[in-house]
């Protein structure tokens, strides 16, 4: 899957072949600052998620303030609030991420997705119909 780069490159390879300009079929995003993840809002993401694209969030990429609660707190509820957008957070560990493209391919198949698997919003209504 072609996908567009926010930050930097994720340090494990998330099932994307990155972009820099459209066409595209996701948005992963590598890295955010501390301002970044406090104030979301960046465009080229809001546009992919009205278009339906995946958006993976690269989790060791999202900042962390462990040592003052507050900025924890507000970051716990940035992310929160980037889940209910339809951003899909991801380790790249052994949970395998559908698309909604793959899902209408496991349909067509009448297959299920592996145990364990992350589904995108899209990808889990796919499934679901």
Not at 36 to 43: G, S, V
Not at 72 to 97: E, H, P, W, Y
Request: aromatic share 6%.
């Amino acid at each position: 899957m072609r996908g567009l780069l926010i930050g930097e490159k994720p340090g494990c390879d998330l099932g994307f072949t990155y972009e820099n300009n459209p066409p595209y079929d996701g948005v992963v995003i590598g890295s955010l600052t501390l301002g970044q993840a406090l104030c979301f809002a960046n465009e080229q993401v809001l546009s992919a998620l009205a278009e339906g694209k995946t958006v993976v969030c690269y989790t060791p990429g999202f900042p962390q303030a462990p040592k003052n609660r507050a900025l924890s707190t507000a970051l716990a509820t940035s992310r929160r609030n980037m889940k209910n957008l339809g951003i899909v957070f991801t380790d790249g560990g052994q949970k395998r991420l559908i698309t909604a493209q793959e899902a209408r391919a496991l349909k067509a198949a009448g297959r299920q997705p592996a145990p364990g698997a992350v589904l995108t919003p899209l990808a889990k209504e796919i499934l679901e119909s």
